[in-house]
Protein backbone atom coordinates (compact mmCIF):
# COMPACT_ATOMS: atom_id res chain seq x y z
CA UNK A 1 0.00 0.00 0.00
CA UNK A 2 1.74 3.33 -0.91
CA UNK A 3 -0.13 5.60 1.18
CA UNK A 4 -1.86 5.23 4.97
CA UNK A 5 -5.68 4.92 4.95
CA UNK A 6 -8.07 3.93 7.30
CA UNK A 7 -10.12 0.78 6.07
CA UNK A 8 -13.77 -0.75 7.62
CA UNK A 9 -14.06 -4.43 6.29
CA UNK A 10 -17.47 -5.80 6.84
CA UNK A 11 -17.40 -9.41 6.71
CA UNK A 12 -13.78 -11.60 6.72
CA UNK A 13 -14.94 -14.69 4.98
CA UNK A 14 -12.74 -16.20 2.90
CA UNK A 15 -12.46 -13.43 -0.03
CA UNK A 16 -12.55 -10.50 2.82
CA UNK A 17 -9.54 -12.83 4.73
CA UNK A 18 -8.07 -13.07 1.27
CA UNK A 19 -7.77 -9.18 0.86
CA UNK A 20 -7.03 -8.02 4.14
CA UNK A 21 -3.97 -10.34 4.21
CA UNK A 22 -3.05 -8.95 0.60
CA UNK A 23 -3.86 -5.32 2.39
CA UNK A 24 -1.46 -6.33 5.11
CA UNK A 25 1.32 -7.69 3.34
CA UNK A 26 1.39 -4.66 1.35
CA UNK A 27 2.24 -2.49 4.58
CA UNK A 28 -1.25 -1.60 5.52
CA UNK A 29 -0.98 -0.98 9.27
CA UNK A 30 -2.52 -3.56 11.23
CA UNK A 31 -4.39 -0.44 13.16
CA UNK A 32 -5.92 1.37 10.42
CA UNK A 33 -8.33 -1.46 9.35
CA UNK A 34 -11.35 -2.32 11.77
CA UNK A 35 -13.44 -5.38 10.66
CA UNK A 36 -17.01 -6.33 11.27
CA UNK A 37 -17.47 -9.67 11.65
CA UNK A 38 -19.87 -11.79 13.58
CA UNK A 39 -18.83 -15.08 14.45
CA UNK A 40 -16.72 -14.87 17.43
CA UNK A 41 -13.65 -17.29 15.62
CA UNK A 42 -13.04 -15.53 12.70
CA UNK A 43 -12.39 -12.21 14.89
CA UNK A 44 -10.33 -14.27 17.30
CA UNK A 45 -8.00 -15.34 14.21
CA UNK A 46 -7.34 -11.79 12.66
CA UNK A 47 -3.97 -10.85 12.89
CA UNK A 48 -2.59 -8.61 15.98
CA UNK A 49 -3.19 -5.54 15.93
CA UNK A 50 -6.51 -5.37 13.64
CA UNK A 51 -9.16 -4.10 15.75
CA UNK A 52 -12.36 -6.53 15.21
CA UNK A 53 -16.02 -5.97 16.34
CA UNK A 54 -18.76 -8.16 16.11
CA UNK A 55 -21.48 -6.05 14.76
CA UNK A 56 -21.80 -2.26 13.36
CA UNK A 57 -23.03 -0.42 16.73
CA UNK A 58 -19.36 -1.48 18.51
CA UNK A 59 -17.21 0.51 16.37
CA UNK A 60 -15.72 3.80 17.36
CA UNK A 61 -17.55 6.93 16.93
CA UNK A 62 -14.12 8.67 16.38
CA UNK A 63 -13.14 6.04 13.73
CA UNK A 64 -13.78 7.46 9.92
CA UNK A 65 -12.90 4.92 7.42
CA UNK A 66 -11.69 6.13 4.25
CA UNK A 67 -12.67 3.02 2.15
CA UNK A 68 -15.73 0.69 3.62
CA UNK A 69 -15.93 -2.85 1.80
CA UNK A 70 -18.66 -4.81 1.61
CA UNK A 71 -17.85 -8.40 1.66
CA UNK A 72 -20.38 -10.22 2.87
CA UNK A 73 -23.13 -12.35 0.99
CA UNK A 74 -24.98 -10.92 -1.15
CA UNK A 75 -28.08 -12.34 0.45
CA UNK A 76 -26.97 -10.73 3.57
CA UNK A 77 -26.59 -7.01 2.23
CA UNK A 78 -30.44 -5.99 2.77
CA UNK A 79 -29.71 -6.00 6.46
CA UNK A 80 -26.22 -4.96 6.38
CA UNK A 81 -25.62 -2.46 3.97
CA UNK A 82 -27.76 0.96 5.33
CA UNK A 83 -25.64 0.56 8.88
CA UNK A 84 -23.19 2.21 7.00
CA UNK A 85 -24.93 4.79 5.28
CA UNK A 86 -23.47 7.69 8.45
CA UNK A 87 -20.11 7.42 6.58
CA UNK A 88 -21.38 9.07 3.70
CA UNK A 89 -19.22 12.12 2.78
CA UNK A 90 -16.57 13.98 1.54
CA UNK A 91 -13.50 11.56 1.57
CA UNK A 92 -15.02 8.06 2.25
CA UNK A 93 -15.72 5.54 -0.84
CA UNK A 94 -17.82 2.18 -0.54
CA UNK A 95 -16.54 -0.97 -2.33
CA UNK A 96 -18.42 -3.53 -2.79
CA UNK A 97 -17.56 -7.29 -3.73
CA UNK A 98 -21.11 -9.42 -3.67
CA UNK A 99 -22.07 -10.83 -6.50
CA UNK A 100 -25.31 -9.41 -8.15
CA UNK A 101 -25.84 -6.21 -6.21
CA UNK A 102 -25.88 -2.92 -8.42
CA UNK A 103 -24.74 0.65 -7.88
CA UNK A 104 -28.12 1.92 -7.63
CA UNK A 105 -28.66 -1.08 -5.19
CA UNK A 106 -25.81 0.78 -2.97
CA UNK A 107 -27.20 4.28 -3.93
CA UNK A 108 -30.74 2.94 -2.55
CA UNK A 109 -29.55 1.71 0.62
CA UNK A 110 -26.57 4.62 1.37
CA UNK A 111 -27.92 7.79 -0.13
CA UNK A 112 -27.68 9.17 -3.91
CA UNK A 113 -24.79 10.93 -2.92
CA UNK A 114 -22.49 8.09 -2.05
CA UNK A 115 -19.13 7.48 -4.09
CA UNK A 116 -19.46 3.55 -4.59
CA UNK A 117 -17.51 1.07 -6.76
CA UNK A 118 -19.16 -2.34 -7.59
CA UNK A 119 -16.69 -5.00 -8.45
CA UNK A 120 -16.80 -8.76 -9.17
CA UNK A 121 -13.59 -10.70 -8.19
CA UNK A 122 -13.31 -14.42 -8.79
CA UNK A 123 -11.95 -17.48 -6.44
CA UNK A 124 -8.12 -17.39 -7.08
CA UNK A 125 -8.31 -13.96 -5.18
CA UNK A 126 -7.81 -16.66 -2.37
CA UNK A 127 -4.52 -17.06 -3.48
CA UNK A 128 -3.26 -13.77 -5.23
CA UNK A 129 -4.12 -15.21 -8.49
CA UNK A 130 -7.94 -13.63 -9.12
CA UNK A 131 -8.81 -11.18 -11.64
CA UNK A 132 -11.78 -8.08 -10.35
CA UNK A 133 -13.21 -6.15 -12.94
CA UNK A 134 -14.88 -2.77 -11.32
CA UNK A 135 -17.25 -0.11 -12.50
CA UNK A 136 -17.82 3.02 -10.45
CA UNK A 137 -20.39 5.54 -10.00
CA UNK A 138 -20.09 9.55 -10.74
CA UNK A 139 -19.20 10.51 -7.44
CA UNK A 140 -16.14 8.57 -7.33
CA UNK A 141 -13.24 11.02 -7.67
CA UNK A 142 -10.50 9.89 -9.19
CA UNK A 143 -8.11 9.36 -6.23
CA UNK A 144 -10.95 6.85 -4.87
CA UNK A 145 -10.82 4.76 -8.13
CA UNK A 146 -7.03 4.85 -7.63
CA UNK A 147 -7.34 3.58 -4.18
CA UNK A 148 -10.15 1.04 -5.01
CA UNK A 149 -7.99 -0.38 -7.87
CA UNK A 150 -5.24 -0.54 -5.80
CA UNK A 151 -7.28 -2.74 -2.92
CA UNK A 152 -8.37 -4.97 -5.55
CA UNK A 153 -4.82 -5.73 -6.79
CA UNK A 154 -3.52 -6.81 -3.58
CA UNK A 155 -5.33 -10.51 -4.76
CA UNK A 156 -4.62 -10.07 -8.55
CA UNK A 157 -5.30 -8.42 -11.53
CA UNK A 158 -7.76 -5.44 -11.71
CA UNK A 159 -9.49 -4.42 -14.86
CA UNK A 160 -12.44 -1.77 -14.96
CA UNK A 161 -15.20 -0.82 -16.67
CA UNK A 162 -17.63 2.55 -17.75
CA UNK A 163 -20.56 0.51 -19.00
CA UNK A 164 -21.71 -1.51 -15.73
CA UNK A 165 -23.89 -3.79 -18.09
CA UNK A 166 -20.75 -5.54 -18.89
CA UNK A 167 -20.51 -7.10 -15.18
CA UNK A 168 -22.94 -9.64 -16.12
CA UNK A 169 -20.83 -10.44 -18.88
CA UNK A 170 -17.51 -10.81 -16.20
CA UNK A 171 -19.79 -12.62 -13.67
CA UNK A 172 -20.55 -15.24 -16.52
CA UNK A 173 -16.36 -15.64 -17.57
CA UNK A 174 -14.54 -14.91 -14.81
CA UNK A 175 -16.97 -14.82 -11.96
CA UNK A 176 -18.33 -18.12 -12.54
CA UNK A 177 -15.25 -19.40 -14.72
CA UNK A 178 -13.03 -21.30 -12.10
CA UNK A 179 -15.84 -23.82 -11.94
CA UNK A 180 -15.69 -24.51 -15.76
CA UNK A 181 -12.21 -25.24 -15.02
CA UNK A 182 -12.65 -27.11 -12.38
CA UNK A 183 -15.10 -29.12 -14.49
CA UNK A 184 -12.88 -29.73 -17.41
CA UNK A 185 -10.57 -31.14 -14.63
CA UNK A 186 -13.35 -33.40 -13.49
CA UNK A 187 -13.87 -34.80 -17.01
CA UNK A 188 -10.25 -35.55 -18.38
CA UNK A 189 -10.10 -37.41 -15.08
CA UNK A 190 -12.95 -39.30 -15.31
CA UNK A 191 -12.28 -39.78 -19.12
CA UNK A 192 -9.11 -41.03 -18.28
CA UNK A 193 -10.30 -43.49 -16.18
CA UNK A 194 -12.52 -44.45 -18.99
CA UNK A 195 -9.64 -44.82 -21.28
CA UNK A 196 -8.04 -47.17 -18.69
CA UNK A 197 -6.25 -45.47 -15.82
CA UNK A 198 -6.09 -46.33 -12.29
CA UNK A 199 -8.39 -43.60 -11.01
CA UNK A 200 -5.94 -42.01 -8.64
CA UNK A 201 -3.16 -41.22 -11.30
CA UNK A 202 -6.07 -39.91 -13.52
CA UNK A 203 -6.80 -37.49 -10.94
CA UNK A 204 -2.84 -36.73 -10.52
CA UNK A 205 -3.05 -36.14 -14.43
CA UNK A 206 -6.17 -33.75 -14.93
CA UNK A 207 -5.05 -31.57 -12.37
CA UNK A 208 -1.74 -31.05 -12.80
CA UNK A 209 -1.82 -30.90 -16.28
CA UNK A 210 -4.61 -28.02 -16.06
CA UNK A 211 -2.87 -26.10 -13.34
CA UNK A 212 0.64 -26.46 -15.27
CA UNK A 213 -1.06 -25.39 -19.30
CA UNK A 214 -3.03 -22.44 -16.65
CA UNK A 215 0.78 -21.29 -15.46
CA UNK A 216 2.03 -21.19 -18.55
CA UNK A 217 -0.51 -19.30 -20.50
CA UNK A 218 0.16 -17.17 -17.63
CA UNK A 219 3.64 -16.55 -17.63
CA UNK A 220 4.24 -17.01 -21.44
CA UNK A 221 3.06 -14.33 -23.15
CA UNK A 222 1.23 -15.83 -26.03
CA UNK A 223 -2.21 -15.90 -26.41
CA UNK A 224 -4.28 -19.33 -26.28
CA UNK A 225 -4.49 -20.19 -29.43
CA UNK A 226 -1.25 -19.74 -30.03
CA UNK A 227 -0.27 -21.82 -27.23
CA UNK A 228 -2.87 -24.70 -28.14
CA UNK A 229 -1.58 -24.47 -31.80
CA UNK A 230 2.03 -25.14 -30.14
CA UNK A 231 0.97 -28.42 -28.44
CA UNK A 232 -0.95 -29.74 -31.83
CA UNK A 233 1.29 -31.95 -34.33
CA UNK A 234 -0.44 -31.98 -37.48
CA UNK A 235 -1.98 -36.16 -37.63
CA UNK A 236 -1.13 -36.69 -34.27
CA UNK A 237 -3.04 -37.65 -30.57
CA UNK A 238 -3.75 -34.16 -29.70
CA UNK A 239 -5.05 -33.38 -33.25
CA UNK A 240 -7.34 -36.29 -33.48
CA UNK A 241 -8.43 -34.87 -29.63
CA UNK A 242 -9.33 -31.42 -31.02
CA UNK A 243 -11.53 -32.53 -33.90
CA UNK A 244 -14.09 -33.87 -31.13
CA UNK A 245 -13.17 -31.02 -29.01
CA UNK A 246 -13.68 -28.05 -31.80
CA UNK A 247 -16.48 -29.40 -33.68
CA UNK A 248 -18.69 -26.74 -34.65
CA UNK A 249 -21.96 -27.62 -33.21
CA UNK A 250 -21.33 -29.20 -30.55
CA UNK A 251 -17.95 -28.82 -29.73
CA UNK A 252 -16.53 -26.96 -26.98
CA UNK A 253 -16.70 -23.47 -28.46
CA UNK A 254 -20.40 -24.05 -28.87
CA UNK A 255 -21.02 -25.09 -25.49
CA UNK A 256 -19.01 -22.55 -23.96
CA UNK A 257 -21.10 -19.74 -25.32
CA UNK A 258 -23.71 -21.15 -24.61
CA UNK A 259 -22.69 -21.69 -20.91
CA UNK A 260 -21.39 -17.99 -20.47
CA UNK A 261 -24.94 -16.80 -22.19
CA UNK A 262 -26.61 -18.60 -19.71
CA UNK A 263 -24.59 -17.47 -17.07
CA UNK A 264 -24.71 -13.79 -17.77
CA UNK A 265 -28.06 -13.99 -18.08
CA UNK A 266 -28.92 -15.22 -15.09
CA UNK A 267 -26.36 -12.60 -13.35
CA UNK A 268 -28.59 -9.75 -14.66
CA UNK A 269 -31.45 -11.60 -13.52
CA UNK A 270 -30.11 -11.75 -10.13
CA UNK A 271 -29.26 -7.83 -10.32
CA UNK A 272 -32.75 -7.08 -11.18
Not at 83 to 97: K, N
Not at 119 to 133: Q, Y
Not at 179 to 186: K, N, P, S
Request: negative net charge; aromatic residues 4%; proline residues 6%.
Amino acid sequence: MTASRRLLLIGCGKMGGAMLGGWLAGGLAPGDVVVVEPFEAAREALPEGVVAVAGPDAIDTEFAPDVVVFAVKPQMMDETAPHYARYVGPGAVFLSIAAGKTIGYFEDALGPTAAIVRSMPNTPAAIGRGISVACANAHVSTPQRETCGELLSAVGEVAWVEDEALLDAVTAVSGSGPAYVFLLAEAMAAAGETAGLPAELAVQLARATVAGAGELMRSSGEDAGQLRINVTSPGGTTQAALEVLMAEADGLPALMTRAVVAAAKRSSELAG
